[in-house]
């Protein structure tokens, strides 16, 4: 007797893109030009190649002009009124739009906007890290854990807890750093991010 083999598993994508872009004159990161087209939607679109099966993108910051100028189909676009809080807030309102499709998925790769230097290979390597839903995955650089993060969804309401300020999930991964598979990326992507107005010569 043979036995059915076990069902894929569902692994969204969650993309943080609400930031106001301060340090760039308040130009929101998700409408930064890149090859042609805004910054979220390269972003998301490296979700989606890398493997992740629904893409939920998180807007904040001149939402309503993202929705009007980003071509995001099949996209979950969710708003945070509260992005002015920072990152943490973001990851939480991501983490609840998962939450109200419970039982959808069983892991999600969370992602930035603003790290355009990352992607589909990366996203594919950190997502095939799976081995349940407690899994906890990051893409590491050299050594160090960075973008992007796989959450099993046995960790959602703990990271959803302490995700406040602009820490994000920075605090339980340091609580469970022992629990963490890091995925060596270093020779596929780059972490940097477009804080700055230097940083802007890194985008096509």
């Not at 598993?9 to 301060?22: F, H, M, S, T």
């Not at 990366?122 to 959450?151: Q, W």
Request: net charge positive; charged share 20%; proline share 5%.
């Amino acid at each position: 007797m043979t036995t059915a083999p076990s069902a894929a598993p569902r692994i969204a994508g969650l993309l943080l893109a609400a930031g106001g872009g301060r340090r760039l004159g308040g130009r929101p990161k998700a409408l930064l030009p890149h090859r042609g087209r805004p910054l979220v939607e390269h972003a998301a679109r490296m979700l989606a190649e890398g493997g992740c099966a629904t893409v939920y993108v998180v807007l904040g910051a001149a939402a309503e002009r993202v929705r009007a100028k980003a071509r995001l189909p099949g996209c979950v676009l969710v708003d945070n009124p509260g992005w002015t809080e920072g990152m943490g807030s973001s990851l939480r309102a991501g983490l609840a739009a998962l939450d109200e499709d419970s039982g959808r998925f069983d892991a999600v790769l969370v992602s930035l906007v603003d790290q355009p230097g990352i992607g589909a290979v990366a996203v594919g390597r950190v997502r095939a890290a799976y081995r349940g839903r407690g899994t906890l995955a990051a893409a590491s650089y050299g050594g160090r854990r960075g973008h992007p993060v796989l959450f099993g969804a046995a960790h959602w309401a703990g990271v959803a807890a302490g995700a406040v300020g602009d820490q994000g999930a920075r605090g339980y991964l340091a609580a469970h750093r022992d629990a963490i598979t890091l995925v060596d990326c270093s020779d596929v992507a780059e972490p940097y991010d477009i804080d700055t107005e230097a940083d802007l010569a890194r985008l096509e």
